[in-house]
């Protein structure tokens, strides 16, 4: 069975920095991009980024380029999102989700993470 | 960035209806169009992929159309477990695949 398991639940203060995690398994982890999907209280999904595990590849959205990291550990089949300083604006859910396909363009996420929920608060 | 538009947001509608969802591209994206279901504290998850490929194990009642800019989910004869947020999203080109802002759908 394909999952992606994420890491737990985080309370921090504005400032701190911060790394969550994804790991996968049944398949074959560096075959596929991963990405990571934010989701603010009571609002809609954000794409934030993909990276191929394989070789690091990464792409970010706009939106986000600058405001996270994405990186990746083939060696343990884990994806991490990082900050360097935390905002109370970046408190959401955030998901992570392997990137699939058959063609160019044809391309979707699945399955994905249970979520990680990220709360930042003085 | 393509802008992905969805209506109406929100939507009643009862046990046995039949529902259409719309979505709406900024710019032509060929058939390049995926649609999510997301219930309450859960991961969305896929359901159609491709405007109208159904991905495996979703019930036929699900149904996607379009190509180019406009877009449509239906739900034939809408169940209790169809009571769920739906996204549309993207996927033509280059990254960022954009998501729509999502259609509520509620029990009447």
């Known amino acids: 069975e394909v999952q992606l398991v994420q890491s737990g639940a985080e309370v921090k203060k504005p400032g701190e920095s911060l790394k969550i995690s994804c790991k996968g398994s049944?398949?074959?982890?560096?075959?596929?991009?991963i990405g990571w999907v934010r989701q603010m209280p009571g609002k809609g999904l954000e794409w934030m980024g993909i990276i191929y595990p394989g070789d690091s590849d990464t792409r970010y959205s706009p939106s986000f380029q600058g405001q996270v990291t994405i990186s990746a550990d083939k060696s343990i089949s884990t994806v991490y999102l990082q900050w360097s300083s935390l905002k109370a604006s970046d408190t959401a859910m955030y998901y992570c989700a392997r990137h699939v396909g058959y063609s160019y363009g044809y391309e979707w996420f699945d399955p994905w993470g249970q979520g990680t929920l990220v709360t930042v608060s003085s | 960035d393509i802008q992905m538009t969805q209506s109406p947001s929100s939507l009643s509608a009862s046990v046995g209806d039949r529902v259409t969802i719309a979505c709406r591209a900024s710019q032509s994206i060929n058939n390049y169009l995926n649609w999510y279901q997301q219930k309450p504290g859960k991961a969305p998850k896929v359901l159609i992929y491709?405007?109208?490929s159904l991905q495996s194990g979703v019930p036929s009642r699900f149904s996607g159309s379009g190509s180019g800019t406009d877009f449509t989910l239906t739900i034939s004869s809408l169940q209790p477990e169809d009571f769920a947020t739906y996204y549309c999203?993207?996927?033509?080109?280059?990254?960022?695949?954009?998501f729509g802002q999502g259609t509520k759908l509620e029990i009447k």
């Open positions: 491709a405007a109208s």
């Open positions: 049944g398949y074959s982890f560096t075959s596929y991009w």
């Open positions: 999203q993207q996927s033509y080109s280059t990254p960022p695949y954009t």
